[in-house]
């Protein structure tokens, strides 16, 4: 069992900077695929970055490829989600979520599914002002 809490949300205005951050609590934490998804109200979650278990592949959306920036800790069990040059479409609830499956670059889309990850965060809301 993996449980999830996300951070680090707010208010910011146009091509300014937020960290997300997404501390998991379970000693299997580095054992699993930590993948972002945001959602609109009424809009289903959108995958917007993932990251394998041991940080050194991750994969993006191409709304967010250039501007934000997937890492992990795993010595904090913790994953981060750098968001630089933010645009008001990127106004949403952020969540973290979990999966135990293996990540390989062959099959990266398919963790674009939210149907993937079997663990979630509460969400956390963020706000981009033009």
């Known amino acids: 069992q993996v449980q999830l809490v996300e951070s680090g949300g707010g208010l910011v205005q146009a091509g300014g900077s937020l960290r997300l951050s997404c501390e998991a609590s379970g000693h299997t934490y580095s054992s699993h695929v930590m993948g972002w998804f945001l959602q609109v109200p009424g809009n289903k979650r959108e995958f917007v970055s993932v990251?394998?278990?041991?940080?050194?592949?991750?994969d993006y959306a191409d709304s967010v490829k250039g501007r934000f920036t997937g890492s992990r800790d795993n010595a904090k069990n913790t994953a981060y989600l750098q968001m630089d040059s933010l645009k008001p479409e990127d106004t949403a609830v952020y969540y973290c979520a979990a999966t135990p499956r293996v990540m390989y670059w062959s099959d990266r889309y398919g963790f674009r599914s939210e149907f993937q990850y079997d663990y979630w965060g509460q969400g956390t809301q963020v706000t981009v002002s033009s």
């Open positions: 990251i394998n278990r041991s940080g050194d592949m991750i």
